[in-house]
């Protein structure tokens, strides 16, 4: 076995069959034919199913699969390592964020990063926080920000903040008087809701909440974008339940839209960080774990990022 067959390996499965794989990779299929029957030889077991539609990995195919993944990733980054100018730390890291968290976090640590260790490329994704676990889960990322310590139970993770939920709507909205200062569950039941679909524990959090009041809730949209559903809310389509982060996309939100208190619910959401193993993340991804800790610390203890806690 060696790193060009599982390389090779890797790009198939994820082409979904060799013909795809091969054009990507620049290899005859026959050739490539060839290389995957050496490893499966050597492996002794078969590693992919074939059907009239492509492939896809066996149940020993996905275990060298993500294993795989995790060696490529760490052979890209001792070639860096190797490369580097003594004294100075270089190289790829990848960073998984949700939407919100993006939002309040995004760029204080892409221009930290760049400050500090300009010879980093921070690769940065955004994604449903269902879909950075499972990046995190196949080694895809080096860290990530979820909201469940049962997201990627096999890595280690460290509790960074808990945010408050809020109501928002527009500061000129009519739905509730300009004068109230929090809301209860009940007058957030009457009102039009813009929520994100049952997929994002957000939701199941906030519908747990109120199925447990037996208080129904009234969503008139169901949006998955972040920035849809703000632009939504603030055009007075409805009114959505989010942490304050949401409002930080944009300047002009902050000072557009009402954030409320839940007067009467403890409605909040854990934030964790997720990495690999410290003995396996590199230099460059060592230092951006810590730059990015001391970054949420600081936009934290500054009321950068409010509404939330310090854990």
Not at 83 to 100: C, D, K, Y
Not at 128 to 153: E, K, N, T, V, Y
Not at 188 to 211: D, K, N, V, Y
Request: hydrophobic share 45%; with cysteine.
């Amino acid at each position: 076995m060696n790193l060009r067959q599982l390389q090779y390996f890797v790009r198939i499965v994820e082409c979904g069959s060799l013909a795809k794989a091969s054009r990507q990779l620049y290899i005859a299929q026959p050739a490539l034919s060839q290389q995957l029957a050496k490893l499966e030889e050597e492996v002794g077991k078969p590693l992919l199913l074939r059907s009239s539609k492509g492939v896809t990995p066996t149940a020993n195919g996905a275990a060298l699969l993500q294993h795989a993944r995790f060696l490529l990733r760490q052979f890209e980054q001792t070639l860096t390592i190797a490369r580097q100018e003594p004294g100075s730390i270089q190289g790829m890291v990848s960073v998984g964020l949700a939407s919100t968290t993006l939002s309040a976090l995004g760029g204080p640590l892409m221009r930290r990063v760049r400050e500090q260790y300009p010879g980093i490329v921070l690769n940065v994704v955004e994604g449903l926080s269902g879909h950075i676990a499972q990046m995190m889960r196949l080694s895809q990322l080096d860290m990530a920000i979820l909201f469940s310590r049962d997201a990627a139970p096999d890595l280690p993770s460290e509790a960074l903040l808990e945010e408050d939920l809020f109501l928002m709507l527009p500061r000129e909205s009519a739905l509730l008087p300009a004068r109230r200062r929090q809301v209860t569950c009940e007058e957030i039941a009457q009102l039009p809701l813009i929520l994100p679909t049952s997929i994002h524990g957000l939701r199941r959090r906030i519908a747990h909440e109120f199925e447990q009041r037996n208080l129904p809730l009234q969503v008139v949209a169901e949006i998955d974008s972040l920035s849809l559903l703000m632009l939504c809310v603030k055009d007075g389509l409805g009114v959505t339940i989010k942490p304050m982060s949401a409002v930080m996309m944009e300047d002009r939100w902050r000072e557009e839209m009402r954030c409320l208190p839940i007067a009467d619910a403890q409605l909040r959401r854990p934030n964790y960080l997720f990495s690999t193993e410290a003995e396996r993340m590199s230099p460059a991804a060592l230092a951006v774990h810590e730059t990015l800790r001391q970054t949420v610390r600081d936009l934290v203890e500054g009321k950068v990022w409010q509404g939330v806690t310090l854990l």
